[in-house]
């Protein structure tokens, strides 16, 4: 099985990419409406009406700028996915067409790159900051993850391997 061009592997994981893209997308507005409700509860909880809540679902509407905040949260991480994941569409769909070292490609693995850096500094953050306003009921015990790190380092280093890629490409172009 070839792995560029149409009808390839390549194109097969572009068809992929394109729904989880899109399930992303779902995802985000799912959230934010499941926030803008946490909110609205939190500040105005008879719009619930005459339903009867019990002791668990009166704590959730009581905690509803904490609820809000995680939401938020998951909402950045989301956000951070879709940034890669419209970056690798973008790569696969050169791939499918052929066309690998497309000059495009470098600045897409660098965004791919500092994306997966930001969403685990963002990791920190949230898992900082969960810590200090003792949200969970016990301290987390998940520090320096060195697989995250080492991720981000190959992709920069990938994206390095194209650029040279597209210049020797362009070379060869110029070459009678």
Do not use: C
């Amino acid at each position: 099985m070839r792995a560029l061009g149409p009808g390839s592997v390549s194109s097969f994981l572009k068809i992929i990419l394109d729904v989880v893209y899109v399930a992303l997308w779902i995802g985000i507005g799912v959230v934010g409406l499941l926030m803008l409700a946490a909110l609205l509860l939190s500040f105005n909880p008879d719009l619930i009406g005459s339903l009867s809540l019990s002791a668990e679902g009166a704590s959730v509407v009581s905690r509803g700028p904490v609820l809000a905040g995680g939401l938020l949260a998951a909402a950045l991480y989301m956000a951070g996915l879709q940034v890669i994941v419209a970056r690798l569409r973008q790569i696969f769909a050169t791939l499918t067409a052929g066309d690998p070292f497309h000059p495009d490609n470098v600045l897409r693995l660098r965004v791919i790159g500092l994306a997966l850096g930001s969403l685990e500094l963002v990791r920190y953050a949230v898992r900082f900051a969960g810590d200090w306003l003792d949200l969970a009921q016990t301290k987390s015990s998940q520090g320096f993850s060195l697989t995250a790190w080492f991720s981000v380092l190959v992709v920069f280093v990938l994206a390095e391997v194209f650029r040279e890629g597209a210049r020797l490409r362009r070379e060869a172009e110029l070459t009678i």
